[in-house]
């Protein structure tokens, strides 16, 4: 479907301050007096556009955290947490059994994004049927994602789970997408614009589908505990260290290699390390890590997370990568 916010974008100097009022009154005119429901995943994206509907459409905002399961260590109770205060009609919904449960056996990443989009709209679709009035579903898309989904003529990069993954038979009457033209830097200029704080707006991006798609193979209970475990040890000595990049995490592959351990061999999973630094996430670099860090994260990775007995750096650039793996 044509986006009402396609027109917004009309150059590559977006002034922000203008941007709010234009797009502002365009939501106000595509919603009238319905409610919008919005997906508050937490992240930069979904914070920014909640705080841009509240100030547009104030007491007509509802927003929904699905708790899929797919989220980083104590993510799903730290997104809470941000929020408290904030007044969105927030509603948290534990959706991990079903969501694992959809994506059983399935191994192909262009899928694990379909099936996580089709999921999350038919979560949002019973959540609101729930409420009276919710007419329209908020998505913080971002133009990037427009890019690599395909959309406008583009080359398919990576089906978007907010793009690619969405199903046509919705049960919307259509999609708020306020977002729609702008690049991360200038939605964390726009949050901050709005009054978000930077522990909001400078957040490191995070995918939708969040752990499935840094889980190669299969996403099961088991495997993304162990991700998420490697994940947050790396985070932590980055966080704690000089180095500095806009985007660091793990990835569990689904290579699994002979090791030894206390004089006893193992057969453990191998863990490859991200970390990157750009201007807008349509290309970046590897940042060039100390080896004296990547041999601490190495050493704790493989002492502290059973499973996992070999840790490697990726050192590709986008392109010819992309930032995540799947």
Not at 302 to 320: F, L, Q, S
């Amino acid at each position: 479907m044509n986006s009402p916010y396609e027109g917004l974008r009309t150059g590559d100097n977006v002034d922000i301050g203008e941007y709010e009022k234009q797009v502002i009154d365009v939501i106000r005119t595509q919603v009238g007096s319905a409610r919008v429901l919005l997906a508050l995943s937490g992240g930069v994206d979904s914070s920014v556009c909640a705080a841009l509907l509240a100030k547009a459409i104030p007491g007509k905002l509802y927003c929904i955290f699905v708790d899929h399961g797919l989220m980083r260590k104590n993510e799903g109770d730290e997104v809470m947490a941000a929020f408290e205060g904030f007044d969105l009609n927030l509603v948290r919904v534990d959706a991990s059994g079903r969501f694992l449960s959809r994506l059983a056996g399935v191994t192909d990443p262009e899928m694990k994004r379909k099936i996580i989009g089709e999921e999350f709209i038919r979560v949002f679709e019973e959540e609101a049927r729930k409420l009276q009035g919710i007419e329209y579903l908020a998505q913080g898309t971002i133009y990037p994602d427009i890019l690599e989904s395909g959309e406008n003529g583009s080359a398919v990069v990576k089906s978007h789970h907010n793009v690619g993954g969405l199903p046509a038979d919705m049960g919307f009457k259509g999609l708020v997408e306020p977002l729609w033209g702008l690049y991360k830097p200038e939605v964390r200029e726009l949050g901050r614009h709005l009054g978000l704080p930077r522990s909001l707006t400078d957040r490191q991006p995070f995918p939708g589908p969040g752990l499935a798609v840094r889980c190669i193979g299969e996403v099961t209970s088991k495997r993304l505990d162990i991700l998420r475990e490697a994940d947050a040890i790396f985070r932590c000595e980055i966080e704690t260290s000089v180095s500095r990049a806009d985007q660091y995490f793990a990835v569990l592959t689904d290579m699994r290699s002979v090791g030894v351990s206390n004089g006893v061999r193992t057969y453990g999973y191998t863990v490859a390390l991200r970390a990157v630094e750009t201007n807008d996430f349509m290309s970046c670099e590897y940042v060039p890590l100390p080896h004296e860090l990547l041999r601490r994260v190495s050493m704790r990775i493989t002492g502290e997370v059973a499973a996992i007995n070999r840790v490697v750096y990726d050192i590709t650039g986008k392109p010819p990568g992309t930032v995540e793996w799947e």
